[in-house]
């Protein structure tokens, strides 16, 4: 007998689009890790908005530091509910971290959002998709690939994505604002 899948709705707001992924253009190069985060109900998943984490080392001092500010300053319906990537080649370091992560979580709904390169008509742009970790939970998102696309198109063209701000950065600079609100 097979087993039947459960479906959850996913509804991802384009300031996680805009975050994630000029994030990724900012540190194209370099494999990029951020969070996302929302809140998940019984059939419902809200991604509501990301932060991006580290775009070139990690250490679990770093990793643990950032993970407590951004918890600190969450309200109380919203929490960590996964994990976005962004792999510059097939090194995987971020996706190590991201697993790690995604399994303290400690959710059978964690999201994952893979960020990667894909070509419409000749042109490289770029694409975000929800992966299951959980064999038995099937996504139905909520909007389309092109939305993706589009939503951070004009931002990359006024050159927006050289002003985002990760952990990284702030942690080389304090005064840099992670939470990159000049999006919104």
Excluded at 110 to 119: D, F, G, N, T, Y
Excluded at 134 to 140: A, I, R, T
């Amino acid at each position: 007998m097979d087993q039947q899948l459960e479906q959850m709705s996913v509804d991802i707001q384009k300031i996680v689009y805009k975050k994630a992924m000029l994030h990724a253009c900012k540190y194209s190069t370099e494999d990029v890790i951020g969070i996302l985060i929302g809140q998940i109900n019984d059939k419902n998943i809200n991604i509501v908005d990301a932060y991006p984490l580290f775009h070139s080392r990690v250490s679990l001092n770093t990793l643990e530091v950032s993970l407590d500010i951004i918890s600190s300053e969450l309200q109380n319906d919203r929490k960590i509910i996964g994990v976005y990537e962004a792999k510059a080649n097939s090194r995987g370091i971020m996706s190590e971290i991201g697993e790690e992560m995604l399994k303290n979580i400690n959710q059978k709904q964690a999201i994952l959002m893979r960020i990667s390169q894909i070509e419409v008509d000749d042109a490289p742009i770029l694409n975000a998709k929800i992966v299951s970790l959980n064999e038995n939970v099937k996504y139905v998102i909520n909007s389309t690939s092109a939305l993706e696309w589009w939503v951070i198109q004009d931002r990359l063209k006024a050159g927006l994505h050289w002003k985002i701000v990760d952990f990284d950065a702030h942690f080389e600079n304090v005064q840099l604002n992670f939470r990159n609100q000049y999006l919104e």
